[in-house]
């Protein structure tokens, strides 16, 4: 004796087919979008910090007696820095990031740069 399934019309159901998956649907994020201007750039006080974090570096070395460490240089320092945003919220209008930008550089920030945010041909 085998159980039977029957709908609510009393129809007999079939268990064992499978049924097909349904198609995703493409309503992610859009092709094309922006969203403003991000200012970014490298704080003041960054490039101090990381002298001073080579100092300490240099001198734990020659106290535990390892392999001397590379001298300081500006350029490989700077090509590794990490860059942090001006403002955590983006610009909407250009002109209010190029504003910001100047003004940040006149505060002290290094490697000042607007980025846009945006996704495919929108401007």
Not at 32 to 40: N, Q
Not at 46 to 60: P, S, T, Y
Not at 104 to 122: F, Y
Request: aromatic share 6%; net charge positive; with cysteine.
């Amino acid at each position: 004796m085998s159980l039977q399934f029957v709908n609510i019309n009393g129809e007999p159901v079939n268990t064992t087919a499978r049924t097909a998956t349904p198609a995703k649907s493409s309503k992610g994020a859009p092709g094309e979008y922006h969203k403003g201007w991000a200012v970014e750039g490298i704080p003041p006080g960054a490039r101090e910090d990381a002298i001073e974090g080579h100092k300490r570096l240099v001198a734990m070395a020659e106290n535990a007696g390892g392999k001397p460490i590379k001298p300081w240089s500006e350029e490989e320092w700077a090509l590794k820095a990490k860059t942090q945003r001006v403002r955590s919220k983006p610009y909407e209008i250009h002109q209010a990031a190029i504003d910001c930008a100047a003004l940040a550089e006149k505060a002290g920030w290094l490697r000042v740069r607007i980025k846009a945010l945006s996704k495919g041909g929108a401007a």
